[in-house]
C-alpha cells in the first residue's frame, strides 16, 4: 500500500492567503441599515431582530399598505397588523460610539460634515459647527442631520416644511413685527405678516404668500414657454439662413457659368462687358454669403442669451421657498422683444464704365443701349431675393446699407422751370402762385435703394417718378407716373395722380426715401433720431424710378440731395 501523500505547504498557501474582513469592517456593516446602507439613523429592530433605519422601515412598509400584510426586507417574515416602532436607544448610542471610535469615519465628518465659508451652517451646534442637511420655514432655522431628527420623530414638529438649506431664512422674518411673512400684499407688491396686515395694510388686496406663488409661478412656466417657442423659431430661422447660403452659392455658380456662355457670343465689346458682370457676380455672392452668416450669427447669440434667462428662470421656478421666490420674481429681467432676422448687407454696386469717347455715331448709339442694359443686369444682381426683413422691421443702418448717392450736378439732372397753371390742381394752384424750380436725376434706379433729401425754407418737395415727360409736362405728383411728399414746416401731404392725401408724422428737414423696385414699394420716411414712416406706396413698376425735386427759389427754399451716413 502506497503511503498517503501530505498536501505540500504551498498548496496551503492560498487558504491562508484568503482574506477575512476586518473589525473595522464587520462593525461598519453591524451598523448599517440593510436597505439605505448608510449607518442607522433613528434606529428601530423588528420582531424578527433584524434593524432599520426608522424612516427606510416606515418606506418600504407603506408600499406594502394595500396588501395589509408588513415584510422584513431581509427574512421576509410577515407581521399583520403593522407593527408600531420605537426608537432603540440602546443601538442608537451604540452607533454614536462605533462612529466617533472609527477614525476614518471622524476623518470623513471633519472633512465633509463641518460647514465651510460657502456652507449654511446648523443653528443649534455649538462651537464649530455643522453643515446643515434641511431648513425649516417653520421654526425658522437651520438644522444638521443630528439636530434634524426631533423633525423627523416629534409628530408637531413633521407638521413643519423643511426645504434645501438656506442662508436667507432672516429676510422671511418681519423686520418691524419679528414674524414669519406668509402674506402677499398685491396692493404694495411686498410680503408681510399677519400683524402688517392689521397695521399698514389692512384696506390693501392680499392673499397668502403660497397663492401668489402660485400665480406668479404659472406666469413664469408662461414665459418659459415663450422662450422655447422663440427658440424654436429661431433654430428654424437658422436652419433656414444655412439653406440660403447654399442656395446663394449654387445660384451664383450657376450666374457666372450661364452668363460666361452668354457673352462669349458676343463682340469684343460685349466680351468686355462679360468680364465686369463675372466679377460683379463674385462680389455680390461674398456680399450675400457675409450678410446672411452675420443675420445666422445674432440669431445664434439671441439664442444663447434666450437659454441663459431660461436657465435662470428654470432655477427660481424650483425655489421652494415661497418667500424667496417671491423677493427674487420681481428683479427678474423683462423678456425684450426679438430683434428678429436682420436685412442682408448689400453693397451699392457700380455702373459700368463708359467706353470710349472717340466712336462712331453707330457706336454711340449702342453705347448707350449697353449702359442703359447692364445698368438692368446690375440692379438684377443686387436684387438676390434673400430672406431681408420688412421695411418696418428696419432700422436707419439698415437702409443705409442700400443707400445710393444722388448727384447735385445739374449737368446730371433733368430741369425745368414749371408755371402754377401746370399743377392741374385749382386749390393747390391758389396757395401756389409762385414758379417752383424742379429737377430730376438722370440715375435710373432698380432693385433695393435709400437716398435722402434735406429742406430748408417754406417748403419743397422730395419726389420719385418715370423718366418719360415727368419733368417737361407735369409737376411731380399730379400724373400717372410720379409720386411725391410735399414737405412744409406744418406738416406733409401725399401727391400721386393729383390725389391729395394726408402724411402724418413729425415735421423734419431729412426725408429719407426706400425704394424696392421688384418688390413695388416706394417709402418716405422723417428723418431725425428715428426714422418715422410718413406715406408708403405698394404698386407695380414698369420702368426705372428717377428722384426728384421741386421747391420755389423766389421764396428762399432750398433742397438738396445728401449723402446719407
Known amino acids: 500500500m502506497k503511503p498517503k501523500k501530505t498536501p505540500s505547504k504551498a498548496k496551503k498557501t492560498p487558504n491562508k492567503a484568503k482574506k477575512t474582513p476586518s473589525k473595522a469592517k464587520l462593525q461598519q456593516e453591524a451598523i448599517s441599515c440593510s436597505i439605505c446602507l448608510d449607518p442607522l439613523k433613528s434606529p428601530v429592530t423588528i420582531a424578527c431582530g433584524h434593524s432599520y433605519c426608522m424612516s427606510c422601515i416606515n418606506v418600504h412598509w407603506d408600499r406594502e399598505d394595500h396588501y395589509k400584510v408588513y415584510t422584513c426586507p431581509q427574512c421576509r417574515q410577515s407581521f399583520t397588523p403593522?407593527?408600531?416602532?420605537?426608537?432603540?436607544?440602546?443601538?442608537?448610542?451604540?452607533?454614536?460610539?462605533?462612529?466617533?471610535?472609527?477614525?476614518?469615519?471622524?476623518?470623513?465628518?471633519?472633512?465633509?460634515?463641518?460647514?465651510?465659508?460657502?456652507?449654511?451652517?446648523?443653528?443649534?451646534c455649538t462651537g464649530r459647527k455643522l453643515k446643515a442637511v434641511k431648513s425649516c420655514l417653520t421654526c425658522p432655522a437651520s438644522y444638521c442631520e443630528n439636530h434634524l431628527q426631533p423633525h423627523h420623530d416629534a409628530?408637531?414638529?413633521?407638521?413643519?416644511?423643511?426645504?434645501?438649506?438656506?442662508?436667507?431664512?432672516?429676510e422671511n422674518i418681519c423686520s418691524r413685527h419679528d414674524e414669519m411673512m406668509k402674506i402677499f400684499c398685491r396692493t404694495d407688491q411686498q410680503c408681510i405678516c399677519y400683524l402688517c396686515l392689521m397695521d399698514g395694510h389692512k384696506d390693501h388686496e392680499t392673499v397668502p404668500a403660497a397663492a401668489e406663488r402660485a400665480e406668479k409661478h404659472k406666469k413664469l412656466q408662461e414665459s418659459r414657454q415663450q422662450i422655447h417657442q422663440r427658440i424654436q423659431d429661431q433654430e428654424?430661422?437658422?436652419?433656414?439662413?444655412?439653406?440660403?447660403?447654399?442656395?446663394?452659392?449654387v445660384s451664383a455658380d450657376k450666374a457666372v457659368e450661364d452668363s460666361e456662355k452668354i457673352f462669349t457670343e458676343l463682340i469684343r465689346l460685349l466680351q468686355e462687358r462679360s468680364s465686369d458682370v463675372k466679377q460683379q457676380i463674385r462680389s455680390q455672392q461674398e456680399t450675400e454669403v457675409s450678410r446672411v452668416k452675420d443675420v445666422q450669427e445674432k440669431l445664434e447669440q439671441e439664442i444663447t442669451e434666450l437659454k441663459r434667462k431660461?436657465?435662470?428662470?428654470?432655477?427660481?421656478?424650483?425655489?421652494?421657498?415661497?418667500?424667496?421666490?417671491?423677493?427674487?420674481?420681481?428683479?427678474?429681467?423683462?423678456?425684450?422683444?426679438?430683434?428678429?432676422?436682420?436685412?442682408?448687407?448689400?453693397?451699392?454696386?457700380?455702373?459700368?464704365?463708359?467706353?470710349?469717347?472717340?466712336?462712331?455715331?453707330?457706336?454711340?448709339?449702342?453705347?448707350?443701349?449697353?449702359?442703359?442694359?447692364?445698368?438692368?443686369?446690375?440692379?438684377?444682381?443686387?436684387?438676390?431675393?434673400?430672406?431681408l426683413a420688412q421695411p418696418?422691421?428696419?432700422?436707419?443702418?439698415?437702409?443705409?446699407?442700400?443707400?445710393?448717392?444722388?448727384?447735385?450736378?445739374?449737368?446730371?439732372?433733368?430741369r425745368e422751370i414749371l408755371l402754377p397753371v401746370l399743377y392741374h390742381n385749382t386749390r393747390y394752384l391758389k396757395e401756389n402762385q409762385s414758379h417752383h424750380f424742379q429737377v430730376m436725376s438722370k440715375l435710373g434706379l432698380f432693385g433695393r435703394n435709400y437716398w435722402e433729401v434735406?429742406?430748408?425754407?417754406?417748403?419743397?418737395?422730395?419726389?420719385?417718378?418715370?423718366?418719360?415727360?415727368?419733368?417737361?409736362?407735369?409737376?411731380?405728383?399730379?400724373?400717372?407716373?410720379?409720386?411725391?411728399?410735399?414737405?412744409?414746416?406744418?406738416?406733409y401731404t401725399f401727391y400721386h395722380n393729383s390725389v391729395e392725401t394726408p402724411a402724418l408724422g413729425p415735421v423734419s428737414s431729412r426725408v429719407g426715401v426706400y425704394l424696392d423696385h421688384s418688390a413695388g414699394i416706394l417709402s418716405f420716411y422723417s428723418v431725425s433720431g428715428t426714422m418715422t414712416l410718413l406715406y408708403r406706396v405698394w404698386t407695380t413698376f414698369t420702368q426705372a424710378i428717377y428722384p426728384g425735386l421741386r421747391f420755389q427759389r423766389s421764396k428762399g427754399d432750398t433742397a438738396s440731395f445728401i449723402e446719407p451716413q
Not at 155 to 170: A, E, F, G, I, W
Not at 398 to 413: A, E, G, I, P, R
Request: proline share 4%.
Open 82 to 124: 403593522r407593527p408600531v416602532l420605537v426608537k432603540s436607544t440602546a443601538l442608537a448610542d451604540l452607533v454614536e460610539q462605533l462612529q466617533l471610535k472609527d477614525i476614518g469615519l471622524n476623518k470623513t465628518v471633519a472633512d465633509h460634515c463641518y460647514a465651510g465659508p460657502e456652507d449654511v451652517v446648523c443653528d443649534v
Open 155 to 170: 409628530p408637531p414638529l413633521k407638521k413643519h416644511k423643511l426645504v434645501n438649506p438656506s442662508k436667507n431664512l432672516q
Open 236 to 249: 428654424k430661422d437658422v436652419k433656414l439662413l444655412q439653406q440660403e447660403v447654399e442656395a446663394i452659392n
Open 310 to 387: 431660461d436657465a435662470e428662470l428654470e432655477q427660481l421656478s424650483h425655489t421652494e421657498d415661497h418667500t424667496q421666490f417671491l423677493l427674487n420674481y420681481p428683479s427678474l429681467p423683462a423678456l425684450s422683444e426679438s430683434k428678429g432676422s436682420s436685412s442682408i448687407n448689400i453693397r451699392p454696386l457700380r455702373h459700368f464704365e463708359d467706353v470710349t469717347a472717340a466712336v462712331s455715331q453707330l457706336r454711340d448709339k449702342l453705347k448707350d443701349i449697353l449702359t442703359e442694359d447692364c445698368r438692368t443686369i446690375s440692379c438684377i444682381v443686387s436684387d438676390v431675393d434673400v430672406l
Open 392 to 414: 418696418d422691421a428696419m432700422s436707419r443702418a439698415d437702409f443705409l446699407k442700400f443707400s445710393v448717392f444722388v448727384s447735385q450736378d445739374l449737368n446730371t439732372m433733368y
Open 454 to 491: 434735406e429742406w430748408r425754407g417754406g417748403g419743397a418737395c422730395v419726389a420719385a417718378a418715370y423718366r418719360s415727360g415727368t419733368v417737361a409736362k407735369h409737376a411731380f405728383g399730379f400724373n400717372k407716373i410720379s409720386w411725391a411728399l410735399n414737405c412744409t414746416q406744418t406738416g
